[in-house]
């Protein structure tokens, strides 16, 4: 895995991994600045929870998919049983299979093959290992540029470059109902930053802390404008997306 795409790298073309929130979304727009000709969006669509993926809002990837205007592969797998699971290790194999099979579809039909995926990693070793993993079999590279980077820096940068980010589900002791819905602004970085400190939250969600869509961005022709109502059971809560357009 790298943070920069190498300079020895396999001809072939680019295949991002794509939920739509804010890791994967900026290690597309890195791999974009940095020259990578990424030519497929893929998006794994969990039925269920998941250990591998990032699960509330994929289906607004094809819109965000259209506004950035790179094709989108969607994957569509049974439901992985993640709460009856009784061995994170082999979970995490068997949810990788759906996606290496999309991955090695298109390292058949793209001309050159895949030359490498995109990873929104940032501490993960448990998701990480397996995308390196399925890479290795497919001959390909891994760009990573969030991997073990400074949250904050990480966060800051983000919101510099333009992406505009809305919280979509919250899952950590310290972050309420209000914070459904919120925009991801310098206010709520600082306000995250005291619950890393007094409640250990992680300033990026790592973990599934808290989850993220990417409404706009310098990658994105248009918008995407939101219409949703909140589910709060107490101590966590969704975004429940009514509607969702691209603003003209």
């Known amino acids: 895995m790298t943070e920069q795409p190498s300079s020895a790298a396999r001809e072939g073309q680019w295949v991002s991994l794509f939920s739509g929130g804010k890791d994967s979304s900026w290690a597309l727009y890195q791999a974009l600045e940095n020259g990578l000709d990424v030519s497929r969006l893929v998006t794994v669509h969990p039925e269920g929870d998941s250990y591998m993926y990032h699960v509330p809002a994929t289906r607004l990837a094809s819109l965000a998919a259209e506004s950035i205007g790179i094709p ?68 390909a590279e891994v760009f990573a ?67 993220t869509l990417v409404t706009d961005g310098p990658h994105m022709d248009r918008a995407i404008e939101l219409e949703y109502s909140t589910e709060w059971d107490g101590t966590r809560g969704t975004l429940q997306i009514e509607d969702a357009w691209l603003s003209e």
């Not at 996606?99 to 929104?120: K, Q």
């Open 72 to 139: 989108l592969v969607e994957v569509e797998p049974d439901d992985f049983e993640a709460d009856d699971a009784t061995e994170s290790g082999a979970q995490g194999d068997e949810e990788l299979e759906p996606l290496e099979a999309a991955v090695r579809e298109l390292d058949s039909d793209l001309s050159g093959g895949v030359a490498g995926v995109t990873a929104g990693a940032v501490e993960s070793e448990y998701q990480t290992s397996r995308i390196e993993e399925m890479a290795d079999r497919l001959d």
């Open 145 to 211: 540029p969030l991997w073990q980077e400074n949250p904050r820096e990480l966060a800051d940068a983000m919101l510099d470059a333009g992406f505009e980010i809305t919280i979509i589900r919250v899952a950590a002791y310290g972050l309420d109902e209000s914070w459904l819905g919120r925009t991801l602004d310098e206010a709520a970085i600082a306000e995250l930053e005291e619950l890393n400190e007094s409640h250990g939250v992680h300033i990026l969600g790592e973990g599934g802390e808290f989850e």
